[in-house]
T-cell receptor, first 115, second 113 residues
Framework: GAVVSQHPSWVICKSGTSVKIECRSLDFQATTMFWYRQFPKQSLMLMATSNEGSKATYEQGVEKDKFLINHASLTLSTLTVTSAHPEDSSFYIC???????????FGQGTRLTVV | KQEVTQIPAALSVPEGENLVLNCSFT??????LQWFRQDPGKGLTSLLLIQSSQREQTSGRLNASLDKSSGRSTLYIAASQPGDSATYLCAVRPKEYGNKLVFGAGTILRVKS
């Protein structure tokens, strides 16, 4: 399968600071990228969908001004958690897919801890 | 709205036992269904993907079936090993959502040696 690389794998930040998470498709052009969030012992919940060159589409209840998503190229999408608070601590996972491909490929995830 | 349910929530079995994990979904209008494995604190590893036109897929000791009309899938693991211990997630790709996936809550599997 295709390779999606997510970085960093874990990060600890102070409350009030911003954190950027990168998601790269290494061997294919990702026309669409998805960002998921996973709380402990819960399943993945979709946060937003981004298409290359377009604004992201956020799921209901997700604050777009807090979770900034950029998908400026076909191989890179970033999620920036702005003014992070302890309740933002979670596991964030990206996935990427190409037009016409019925499977999405997942990154390794980023464990964010806000202290 | 598509909902995915996985039963059981947790399962503990002795090594060598065959086991079945269940997944059900409420809307049969799907492109495909996928089973993933997730180790603690790690990302997702895709195990099997079944297209809506298929009935089953096999990979090694794993066999996944799909009954789209009844909204059910099962993941069969033969001759379980301690290394199979992980959380198993089922996800469907609804036709109305493009490549979005809707996940179940997962089954936590523990295989005892």
């Amino acid at each position: 399968g295709a390779v999606v690389s997510q970085h960093p794998s874990w990060v600890i930040c102070k409350s009030g600071t911003s954190v950027k998470i990168e998601c790269r498709s290494l061997d294919f052009q990702a026309t669409t990228m998805f960002w998921y969030r996973q709380f402990p012992k819960q399943s993945l919940m979709l946060m937003a969908t981004s298409n290359e060159g377009s604004k992201a589409t956020y799921e209901q209840g997700v604050e777009k001004d807090k979770f900034l998503i950029n998908h400026a190229s076909l191989t890179l999408s970033t999620l920036t958690v702005t003014s992070a608070h302890p309740e933002d601590s979670s596991f964030y996972i990206c996935s990427a897919s190409s037009t016409g491909v019925t499977e999405a490929f997942f990154g390794q995830g980023t464990r964010l801890t806000v202290v | 709205k598509q909902e995915v349910t996985q039963i059981p929530a947790a399962l503990s079995v002795p090594e060598g036992e065959n086991l079945v994990l269940n997944c059900s979904f409420t809307d049969s209008a799907i492109y495909n269904l996928q089973w993933f494995r997730q180790d603690p604190g790690k990302g997702l590893t895709s195990l099997l993907l079944i297209q809506s036109s298929q009935r089953e897929q096999t990979s090694g000791r794993l066999n996944a079936s799909l009954d789209k009309s009844s909204g059910r899938s099962t993941l069969y693991i033969a001759a379980s090993q301690p290394g199979d211990s992980a959380t198993y997630l089922c996800a469907v790709r609804p036709k109305e959502y493009g490549n979005k996936l809707v996940f179940g809550a997962g089954t936590i599997l523990r295989v005892k040696s």
